[in-house]
C-alpha cells in the first residue's frame, strides 16, 4: 500500500529556475492539499483540490500553482524560485465523503527543497 | 473560523516521566480533533483523533487524548516517557461542512532525556 508518494524527497534550485513537485496517491481520495513546513510557522496551506478539475487557493499560494487532471495526481509547480521557497513542502490528502471515521489526512514524506 | 493554539513550542521530560502536550482549540461548531507526530525527517503519522463518542480517546504508541468541550482543549498525555518518543507534534482541527480541511497548530518539539 503506497499510500502518498512525493517526489523528489530533495531539490536544489537557482533562483528563478521553474520545477515541478509531485504528489501521487492510490487510495481515490478526493481531497489532496500542498503545506509548507517553516520551522517555529508549523504547516501553512498553498493550494488544495476536492476534485479533477477543481483546485482552490489556501494560506500561502503566492509563487505557486496546482492543477488536478486525475483523482490520483495534484503536483505543485514553483514558477520562479526565490529563495523565500526553501521549506519542507508535504502533499496530504483525504476522503471528502463518509463517515466521520474517514476524517483525516494521510501525508507524504516530503520533499525538501532549497533555492539558492 | 477554526483555529488550534499549542502552548509551548518545546517540551522537555525525562525518560519514564508523564508527557503533556497541551492543545485548546477555537471552532464554532463541534470540532473533529486530531493528533499528528513527526519524528525527523519524515512526514506526519496519525497519533489519534477525535470525532464523536468516548472523549477519551487512545492512540498508537500508548498516547491518548481527552477532549473537554468546556476547556476547549484535547491535551496530548502517555504516562511514561520512552526516547523514541522524541518527535514533533501538531494539533489539528477541522468541523463538518469545512471540506475536511485541517487547521493545524505550530508544533510542540517534545525531547525526552535520558
Known amino acids: 500500500n503506497a499510500g502518498v508518494t512525493q517526489t523528489p524527497k530533495f531539490q536544489v534550485l537557482k533562483t528563478g529556475q521553474s520545477m515541478t513537485l509531485q504528489c501521487a496517491q492510490d487510495?481515490?481520495?478526493?481531497?489532496m492539499s500542498w503545506y509548507r513546513q517553516d520551522p517555529g510557522m508549523g504547516l501553512r496551506l498553498i493550494h488544495y483540490s476536492v476534485g479533477a478539475g477543481i483546485t482552490d487557493q489556501g494560506e500561502v499560494p503566492n509563487g505557486y500553482n496546482v492543477s488536478r487532471s486525475t483523482t490520483e495526481d495534484f503536483p505543485l509547480r514553483l514558477l520562479s524560485a526565490a529563495p523565500s521557497q526553501t521549506s519542507v513542502y508535504f502533499c496530504?490528502?483525504?476522503?471528502?465523503?463518509?463517515?466521520?471515521?474517514?476524517?483525516?489526512?494521510?501525508f507524504g514524506s516530503g520533499t525538501r527543497l532549497t533555492v539558492v | 473560523a477554526q483555529s488550534v493554539t499549542q502552548l509551548g513550542s518545546h517540551v522537555s521530560v525525562s525518560e519514564g516521566a508523564l508527557v503533556l502536550l497541551r492543545c485548546n482549540y477555537s471552532?464554532?461548531?463541534?470540532?473533529?480533533l486530531f493528533w499528528y507526530v513527526q519524528y525527523p525527517n519524515q512526514g506526519l503519522q496519525l497519533l489519534l483523533k477525535y470525532t464523536t463518542g468516548a472523549t477519551l480517546v487512545k492512540g498508537i504508541n500508548g498516547f491518548e487524548a481527552e477532549f473537554k468541550k468546556s476547556e476547549t482543549s484535547f491535551h496530548l498525555t502517555k504516562p511514561s516517557a520512552h526516547m523514541s518518543d522524541a518527535a514533533e507534534y501538531f494539533c489539528a482541527v477541522t468541523e463538518e461542512g469545512s471540506a475536511r480541511q485541517l487547521t493545524f497548530g505550530s508544533g510542540t518539539q517534545l525531547t525526552v532525556l535520558p
Open positions: 471552532s464554532s461548531v463541534p470540532p473533529y
Open positions: 496530504a490528502s483525504s476522503y471528502l465523503w463518509g463517515s466521520v471515521t474517514t476524517y483525516g489526512y494521510t
Open positions: 487510495m481515490n481520495h478526493e481531497y
